[in-house]
């Protein structure tokens, strides 16, 4: 592509921008160390029971891995 004018550049670089923005995931998940999984309960805190627990896969939004439903890490949030 050639940029020659400045009108052409900033058009380039929005779309470039529009291209990052789009490819990027809004979130990433972490490693289990990160957020202290453990493969037990807490006080009875279990993935089973959080906002972020996928049962259909064994899978959390957050942290990276299988993930016990009744594990448990510090970004626990319980579901309503
Ligand atoms: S307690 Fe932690 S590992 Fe378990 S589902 Fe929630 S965020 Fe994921």
């Known amino acids: 592509m050639k ?3 400045r009108r ?3 058009t ?3 779309m470039l921008g529009l291209v990052t923005w789009s490819t990027t995931p809004l979130y990433a998940k972490a490693p289990k160390k990160a957020f202290r999984y453990q493969e037990t ?3 009875g805190k279990k993935c089973s ?3 972020y627990y996928l049962p ?3 899978e959390c939004k957050m ?3 299988s993930i016990s439903p009744d594990g448990w890490c510090t ?3 319980k579901k309503k």
């Open 75 to 77: 970004i626990y949030m």
């Open 49 to 51: 029971d959080c906002i």
């Open 41 to 43: 309960p807490l006080d």
């Open 56 to 58: 259909e896969t064994s």
């Open 3 to 5: 940029i020659s004018s």
């Open 63 to 65: 942290v990276e891995g």
């Open 8 to 10: 052409g550049f900033i």
């Open 12 to 14: 380039y670089m929005a």
